[in-house]
């Protein structure tokens, strides 16, 4: 699947707020509030996908709020809560120079300076210091992904990632 076809995972349904419908978020998105500007969504939960449109939000300080079209008590707010939020890629801006969607680096060839092949990216996760690409290859890699120190060059269009990484570690 091409990276502009996948859906990121921006976020999740948490729990109810008040009486009238709202529900809490937990946004991924930076800043939380900007979940809002990424619609139309699908809410993926072990009942199936369905698509949700024209959510309203704020970001309370302590939560982010949302208000979805239709859901007028906590009642009906109940059936919302463990829905994951996901967007098409296509739905995101373009990131800014030197910055990276982990989904776009995802399924990415890695190779060495040295052009030792090491695999493809399986995935990246945060550790709080830095971000952690997983490489798969005749085994697994965690390679730190700090562009400059470890990550040497990106190219998304030729689908490679260069790293100064000694491949017995």
């Keep these: 699947m091409d990276a502009t076809e996948r859906r990121i995972l921006l976020g999740r349904v948490v729990g109810l707020f008040g009486v009238r419908g709202e529900l809490k978020l937990e946004s991924y998105t930076d800043p939380r509030d900007a979940i809002f500007r990424y619609q139309p969504w699908t809410l993926r939960s072990g009942a199936g996908e369905h698509p949700a449109a024209g959510i309203t939000g704020r970001d309370s300080g302590r939560n982010v709020i949302a208000r979805f079209p239709g859901i007028e008590d906590r009642d009906q707010a109940q059936s919302l809560v463990g829905a ?3 967007v098409p890629r296509a739905a995101l801006p373009p990131p800014k120079p030197g910055q990276y ?13 040295e052009g030792i092949e090491l695999g493809t990216v399986s995935h990246l996760f945060a550790t709080g210091a830095n971000d952690v690409m997983v490489v798969q290859g005749e085994r697994e890699r965690m390679i730190p992904f700090v562009i400059g120190d470890y990550v040497k060059s990106v190219d998304l269009d030729a689908g490679r990632i260069v790293v100064d990484w000694d491949p017995e570690f």
């Design 84 to 86: 994951e939020i996901w």
């Design 101 to 113: 969607y982990w989904v776009d680096l995802e399924g990415l060839a890695v190779s060495t300076v």
